[in-house]
């Protein structure tokens, strides 16, 4: 199974900030991982898919890179709506597999 | 507009039973590969199984000859007959649509529903 390690497990950053996750897998899964956010008693919400495409309607302050094992996440301005668990998916291989998840609070 | 709504779930005791539905609306059940993910309580996501448009079935070693995944085209619905339930199974389970039928792009989500396993 690939293994999806995610961090940091938590952070805490101010309305405006930069915030990046990283998401390693243990193998190289190319471009076939997606992002979600999961807010506290709702279902994920597909953000970024491949690596790095938007989803619909998401908006442009979210942002995700790389390939292989090694990706990014990113929020260019955190905004108070942002506060969530973000998970990292992959798809290369079943299992599919998620990261541990990343908690983003408002400092 | 595409809509999961799952129900079934409940209290059981361990080694029990149970039946998991996930009604679908606005597209077709099998037009797209369709998985059903889990989250225990306070815990990230696990993927448990999915289903092909081809029929094809594939498990996560930790339900695999416990749970049966399985679609009604007539109902547009998605199942998971999950037996012999351990404590370990407790979770809310969310039934997932993959964009299209090539990819684990999981574009919508159900509501989820909560199985709670207890002695």
């Known amino acids: 199974d690939i293994q999806m390690t995610q961090s940091p497990s938590s952070l805490s950053a101010s309305v405006g900030d930069r915030v990046t996750i990283t998401c390693q897998a243990s193998?190289?899964?190319?471009?076939?991982l997606n992002w979600y956010q999961q807010k506290p008693g709702k279902a994920p919400k597909l953000l970024i898919y491949?690596?790095?495409n938007l989803g619909t309607g998401v908006p442009s302050r979210f942002s995700g890179s790389g390939s292989g094992t090694d990706f990014t996440f990113t929020i260019f301005s955190l905004q108070p709506e942002d506060i969530a668990t973000y998970y990292c998916?992959?798809?290369?291989?079943?299992?599919?597999?998620f990261g541990g998840g990343t908690q983003v609070e408002i400092k | 507009e595409v809509q999961l709504v799952e129900s079934g779930g409940g209290l059981i005791q361990p080694g029990g039973s149970l039946r998991l539905s996930c009604a679908a609306s606005?597209?077709?059940?099998?037009?797209?590969?369709m998985s059903w993910v889990r989250q225990a309580p306070g815990k990230g996501l696990e993927w448990v199984s999915v289903?092909?448009?081809?029929?094809?079935?594939y498990y996560a070693d930790s339900v695999r000859g416990r749970f049966t995944i399985s679609r009604d085209k007539s109902k547009n619905t998605l199942y998971l007959q999950m037996n012999s339930l351990g404590a370990e199974d407790t979770a809310v389970y969310y039934c997932?649509?993959?964009?299209?039928?090539?990819?684990?792009?999981?574009?919508?989500w159900g509501q989820g529903t909560l199985v709670t396993v207890f002695s």
């Open positions: 193998q190289d899964t190319s471009y076939y």
């Open positions: 491949d690596a790095s």
């Open positions: 289903v092909y448009t081809g029929g094809s079935t």
């Open positions: 606005g597209f077709t059940v099998s037009n797209n590969y």
């Open positions: 998916q992959q798809y290369n291989n079943l299992p599919l597999t």
């Open positions: 997932a649509r993959s964009v299209d039928d090539s990819r684990f792009v999981f574009d919508n």
